[in-house]
C-alpha cells in the first residue's frame, strides 16, 4: 500500500512538473492566435476569444519570416553535417588510434570547458574578421565546426568499439579513413543521432553569435530576426507570440520525433569507458 502511494505521489509530481512546464509553451501558442491587444490585458485571458491567424500571415508578408526561417534551417543543418564529420573524426582518434600526447592533449580540451564561451568570442571574431568571415554564413559555421562537448561524447562511445574489429579491417588492407568510415562510423550512429540533435537545436537557438558575425539583414537567422522585431513592434504582443511560435516549433517537432535517440545515445555515451 505504500509502495502504491509512493507511485502515485510520484506520477502526481512529474505531472504536475510536465504541466507547469508546458503552460508558457500552450500559452504562447494562444496568445499568437488572440486579436491584437487582447493578450496585453489584464488578467491575461488563457483563450482567444476569436482565434484568427493575422500575426503569422503578416509576419511570412510583410516580416519576411519566410526568409529568415530558411536561413535558420540552412545554417543549423550546415553546422549539424560539418560537427558531425569533425567531431567523430576526432572522437575516434582520441578513442582508437595511438598518438604521442593523446591523453594530455584531451585532458587539455576537457579543462578548456570550464571557460565561458563569451570570453572567447571577441578573440574569435578577429580571426573570422582576418579570415574575411564577417557577414557571411561561413563565419557563423567555421567557429561551430568542432565542439570539445562532441569530441568527449564521440570518444566516450568509440571506446566501446572493439579493437579486435578494428585490427581485422587493418589486416584486411584497409585504410584509417576506411575503417573509421565503414567500420566505426556505422557503430556510432546512436551517439551521432544524439550529437546531430544536441548541434542542431544548438545552432537553432543561437542568438548570440550571429548576432555578433553577420550584419546583413537578409542573412539574419530566426532569434536575430525575432529580436529585430522586437524594437519595432515592442507593443505588438501577439505578433511577437507569433515569430516565437514559428522560431520554436520546428527544433520542438525535431526533438519530440528523435528523443528517443537522444536520450538513448546520451546513456549509451554516458557508461563507456
Do not use: C
Not at 550529437?195 to 545552432?203: E, H, K, Q, R, Y
Request: no cysteine.
Amino acid at each position: 500500500m505504500n509502495r502504491r502511494l509512493a507511485t502515485t505521489l510520484l506520477h502526481g509530481a512529474l505531472l504536475v512538473g510536465a504541466a507547469l512546464t508546458a503552460f508558457p509553451l500552450l500559452w504562447m501558442v494562444s496568445a499568437s492566435l488572440m486579436p491584437t491587444g487582447e493578450a496585453s490585458t489584464f488578467p491575461p485571458p488563457l483563450l482567444p476569444s476569436a482565434p484568427t491567424v493575422e500575426h503569422y500571415l503578416a509576419l511570412f508578408a510583410r516580416a519576411d519570416m519566410g526568409r529568415y526561417l530558411l536561413n535558420s534551417a540552412l545554417v543549423a543543418t550546415a553546422v549539424t553535417l560539418v560537427s558531425l564529420f569533425i567531431n567523430s573524426l576526432a572522437g575516434y582518434a582520441f578513442a582508437k588510434l595511438r598518438f604521442r600526447g593523446r591523453e594530455r592533449l584531451f585532458k587539455a580540451l576537457l579543462a578548456a570547458l570550464v571557460i565561458p564561451a563569451q570570453v572567447a568570442m571577441l578573440p574569435l571574431f578577429l580571426e573570422m574578421r582576418a579570415l574575411g568571415l564577417v557577414n557571411s554564413y561561413a563565419g557563423v559555421i567555421v567557429p561551430a565546426a568542432a565542439s570539445i562537448f562532441g569530441i568527449f561524447l564521440i570518444r566516450q562511445f568509440a571506446l566501446s568499439i572493439p579493437d579486435s574489429l578494428l585490427e581485422a579491417a587493418r589486416i584486411d588492407g584497409a585504410t584509417e579513413f576506411e575503417i573509421y568510415w565503414r567500420v566505426a562510423l556505422p557503430l556510432l550512429r546512436p551517439v551521432l543521432v544524439t550529437l546531430a540533435l544536441f548541434t542542431f537545436m544548438g545552432s537553432w537557438n543561437d542568438f548570440m553569435w550571429p548576432l555578433i558575425v553577420l550584419t546583413d539583414d537578409d542573412l539574419y537567422t530566426l532569434p536575430v530576426a525575432l529580436a529585430t522585431l522586437t524594437r519595432e513592434r515592442v507593443q505588438d504582443n501577439e505578433f511577437m507570440m507569433a515569430g516565437a511560435v514559428v522560431t520554436t516549433l520546428p527544433v520542438l517537432v525535431v526533438f519530440l520525433a528523435l528523443q528517443r535517440q537522444y536520450v538513448r545515445g546520451i546513456m549509451l555515451g554516458g557508461v563507456k569507458g
